[in-house]
């Protein structure tokens, strides 16, 4: 089993720019995260999705959209990328059993604006 | 808003040693998580203590927790190069619609 995998690992974008991160799991979980990591604050959760077809605003969603059409993949997008948007992008999956939610990462994505 | 605070945020220790790492949290809990971060890496889940639960071990690791303080502590023994990374706890409420929320880390460095 690959867990979760996020494409691109790197990229650096200008502003304005627009692009798409891809999540894919294949633990066939429920739910999937998209949070981001800056230095000295730790992760924020952006959007999550608790299932196909679903998704919610976490504590960061300015700037971003998501989409889950199918339930392996979570895509995150810049409709127009911003230098404050500069960080690491991690998208995690879990599934939820006797109410215990344990998350599974992905590598990161680590974005760049200009 | 992040609920976890982890103290202290850097700990560099001697191998061989034992890492304590402590985190607080503010409302109510269904359970409390610790993750570890490899440098470069995505977050890999380590233990998992529930609200009614006091202690729990998984092989090196320790964890207690404390309700009535609202705290936890980490405890790595014998600690061992491999050990360093940053280390979150993660706080699981007790709200219908909670969601898992991170600390900001430790960073753990254990020297050869």
């Known amino acids: 089993n690959a867990g979760v995998t996020q494409t691109p690992k790197f990229r650096v974008l200008k502003t304005g720019q627009s692009m798409t991160l891809l999540c894919a799991q294949d633990m066939n979980h429920e739910y999937m995260y998209w949070y981001r990591q800056d230095p000295g604050m730790g992760l924020r959760l952006i959007h999550y999705?608790?299932?196909?077809?679903?998704?919610a605003k976490g504590e960061v969603p300015d700037g971003y959209n998501v989409s889950r059409l199918k339930k392996q993949n979570f895509l995150l997008g810049l409709e127009s990328a911003a230098p404050s948007q500069t960080s690491v992008y991690f998208c995690a999956s879990s599934y939820s059993i006797e109410d215990l939610d344990i998350q599974y990462f992905g590598a990161g994505t680590r974005l760049s604006v200009l | 808003s992040q609920q976890g605070e982890e103290d202290p945020q850097a700990l560099s220790i001697q191998e061989g040693e034992n890492a304590t790492m402590n985190c607080s949290y503010k409302?109510?809990?269904?359970?409390l998580q610790w993750y570890r971060q490899n440098s470069g890496r995505g977050l890999v889940h380590l233990i998992l203590?529930?609200?009614?639960?006091r202690e729990k071990h998984s092989g090196r690791l320790r964890v207690t927790l404390d309700t009535s303080k609202k705290s936890s502590s980490l405890l790595i023994t014998a600690s061992r190069a491999a050990d360093t990374a940053s280390y979150f706890c993660?706080?699981?409420?007790?709200?219908?619609?909670?969601?898992?929320?991170f600390g900001k880390g430790i960073t753990l460095s254990v020297r050869p």
């Open positions: 993660a706080t699981d409420g007790t709200g219908a619609n909670s969601k898992l929320t």
């Open positions: 999705s608790v299932g196909e077809g679903t998704t």
């Open positions: 409302t109510s809990i269904n359970n």
């Open positions: 203590i529930r609200s009614n639960e």
